[in-house]
């Protein structure tokens, strides 16, 4: 009968350990920062009545990068959450490019294509979709 473990030394294993490692790791920071937003957020606005007959879009500090950065600095909940979201959309980004620069030191070059096209759709319907509205 064939021996159907597989070798956890092998290279693509371990690749795919660490990139399941580095998705949980994400992920998890991810929540935790939004989790602190939403505590420092709800400490200093949770009482606060909420008037939603009319309908008020994001502020622009929270439609850059840099807005965002400044608002964490002040330790606005909101900031920090919003922090939180950009990392939880950076974790699978970060995936592929991890995957990528695996695969091309595993000298797999049909994976490290296939990567490639995933990272240009990603990053362009990330940064494709700013230009547009």
């Given at each position: 009968?064939?021996?159907?473990?597989?070798?956890?030394?092998?290279?693509?294993?371990?690749?795919?350990?660490?990139?399941?490692?580095?998705?949980?790791?994400?992920?998890?920071?991810?929540?935790?920062?939004?989790?602190?937003?939403?505590?420092?957020?709800?400490?200093?606005?949770?009482?606060?009545?909420?008037?939603?007959?009319?309908?008020?879009?994001?502020?622009?500090?929270?439609?850059?990068?840099?807005?965002?950065?400044?608002?964490?600095?002040?330790?606005?909940?909101?900031?920090?959450?919003?922090?939180?979201?950009?990392?939880?959309v950076a974790t699978?980004?970060?995936?592929?490019?991890?995957?990528?620069?695996?695969?091309?030191?595993?000298?797999?070059?049909?994976?490290?294509?296939?990567?490639?096209?995933?990272?240009?759709?990603?990053?362009?319907?990330?940064?494709?979709?700013?230009?547009?509205?």
């Amino acid at each position: 009968m064939p021996d159907d473990s597989v070798d956890p030394s092998h290279p693509e294993v371990r690749l795919e350990e660490l990139l399941g490692t580095l998705l949980r790791i994400g992920v998890s920071v991810a929540a935790l920062i939004v989790s602190v937003g939403a505590v420092l957020y709800l400490v200093r606005h949770g009482m606060e009545a909420r008037g939603f007959r009319v309908f008020h879009g994001e502020p622009a500090e929270f439609r850059t990068i840099p807005g965002v950065l400044q608002g964490v600095a002040e330790l606005r909940g909101r900031s920090i959450i919003q922090l939180g979201l950009l990392c939880l959309v950076a974790t699978p980004v970060a995936r592929v490019v991890f995957a990528m620069v695996g695969f091309a030191t595993l000298r797999d070059r049909t994976y490290v294509i296939i990567c490639v096209v995933v990272l240009t759709v990603l990053l362009l319907s990330l940064f494709g979709s700013a230009r547009l509205g």
